[in-house]
């Protein structure tokens, strides 16, 4: 008798691996993966690629124009020459990241991640950083070229990085 009821439990956790494992899978199946890859000249203008992964990808030339990226990994990538305006990056960790030439106009940072991230000659008029933890140096950098209000969330690019 003591023997029956785990093997019941044991049995009814076999089930439930079998009908809602397939659904966790699924959903990992369907998320895009681009760590390690070296994207040149690409077009992602509009898509939607919440929770993706770019890590450690070399991303040159490309656009992701309104492209949605919320809660995507960026972590460690390169973006040289890239089109993000108004992309949404909400919630992403995008930490240690190089953003070179980019365009930032109107893209929204809130709550992302961008620790030791850098911003050579990119654009960020109307980007929206409110909550994001952004290094004090590169908030002192950023500031000196700050304008614009990002359309979508109504906040200054100066009011979202706390510039004087």
């Known amino acids: 008798m003591k023997l029956i009821k785990p093997i019941i439990l044991v049995f009814f956790l076999c ?13 990992q199946e369907n998320k895009a993966n681009y760590t390690l890859s070296n994207l040149y000249d690409q077009n992602f203008d509009d898509q939607i690629l919440y929770r993706a992964s770019f890590a450690g990808a070399s991303v040159r030339d490309s656009s992701f124009r309104n492209a949605n990226l919320t809660k995507s990994i960026l ?12 992309a949404n990056l909400e919630a992403s960790l995008a930490d ?4 070179e030439k980019c365009n930032l106009t109107n ?10 991230s850098t911003f050579f000659d990119s654009t960020i008029t ?25 359309p ?3 906040i200054s690019t100066r009011e979202s990085l706390g510039c004087r």
């Open 96 to 99: 240690r990241v190089v953003f």
């Open 15 to 27: 089930l439930s691996l079998i009908f809602w494992g397939n659904n966790i899978t699924l959903a």
């Open 75 to 86: 972590t460690k990538s390169g973006f040289f020459q890239v089109d993000l305006t108004g």
């Open 107 to 116: 893209a929204i940072l809130t709550d992302a991640i961008l620790t030791s």
């Open 126 to 150: 109307g980007a929206d950083f409110s909550d994001a933890l952004v290094d004090r140096y590169q908030v002192a950098l950023l500031c000196k070229r700050a304008d614009g209000v990002n």
């Open 152 to 154: 979508v969330t109504g």
